[in-house]
């Protein structure tokens, strides 16, 4: 157990519909990253907050929002869901604002029909 | 961007015996090599992480080595149990993020 959570587990809902991904840093972590993971496109970075502040963007689709609250968990939106957009979404802790040392929790699996 | 190869995609190997696993990057800057386990309905677990400044680093049965000159890391396994069996991924830092490899699954038979 990295100490990381998310929830849902899993989630399954229509095309073009919007949810929301939340996550919970391990203890002491200030920084959260977001991946999806897909079997055609792999581990790819989305986002990474840190301290409630955006850090850096990949990968990320307009579609797609995150922000960071000053408890420090974090929310992934997505909306207008497409069913490309069905895939794993991790999220990941660590202590700095590097990319050093993160740990990933059991990830949200999203369906979308 | 940087550019993470990973290879082989699938390997195989008999308990007790060791498995090495092969990642390339190409983007001279990168600094960080991590290594991450993932088995089936979890989360990518770390397992170890290399900096730039090092060229190897061992911890139980587990070694990273690297080779900045020639821009490839490895990751060995020794004495190999099947528990062991999962994905393993290989990432390299660039642009501020990390980029992941595609992925080894490795299966040690019992």
């Known amino acids: 157990d990295s100490g990381v959570t998310q929830t849902p587990k899993h989630l399954i809902t229509a095309t073009g519909q919007r949810v929301t991904l939340r996550c919970s840093p391990r203890?002491?972590?200030?920084?959260v990253y977001w991946y999806q993971q897909s079997l055609d496109q792999g581990l790819q970075f989305l986002i990474q907050?840190?301290?409630?502040?955006?850090?850096a963007k990949g990968n990320i689709l307009e579609r797609f929002s995150a922000q960071q609250f000053p408890d420090l968990h974090s929310e992934l939106n997505l909306s207008s869901l497409e069913l490309g957009d069905s895939a794993l979404y991790f999220c990941?802790?660590?202590?700095?604002?590097?990319?050093?040392?993160?740990?990933f929790g059991p990830g949200t699996r999203l369906t979308v029909t | 961007g940087e550019n993470v190869e990973q290879h082989p995609s699938t390997l195989s190997v008999q308990e007790g015996d060791s498995a090495v696993i092969k990642c390339t990057y190409s983007?001279?800057?990168?600094?960080?090599f991590p290594w991450y386990k993932q088995e089936l309905g979890k989360g990518p677990q770390l397992i170890i992480d290399?900096?730039?400044?090092?060229g190897e680093k061992k911890d139980q049965r587990i070694a990273v080595t690297l080779n900045k000159t020639a821009k490839h890391f490895s990751l060995h396994i020794t004495e190999t149990q099947p528990e062991d069996s999962a994905v393993y991924f290989c990432?390299?830092?660039?642009?501020?993020?990390?980029?992941f490899g595609t992925g080894t699954r490795l299966t040690v038979i019992p």
């Open positions: 990941a802790s660590s202590v700095s604002s590097g990319v050093y040392e993160q740990y």
């Open positions: 203890s002491g972590d200030l920084s």
């Open positions: 907050y840190y301290n409630g502040e955006e850090r």
């Open positions: 983007d001279s800057a990168s600094n960080y």
């Open positions: 290399i900096r730039s400044n090092v």
């Open positions: 990432a390299a830092t660039g642009a501020n993020n990390l980029f």
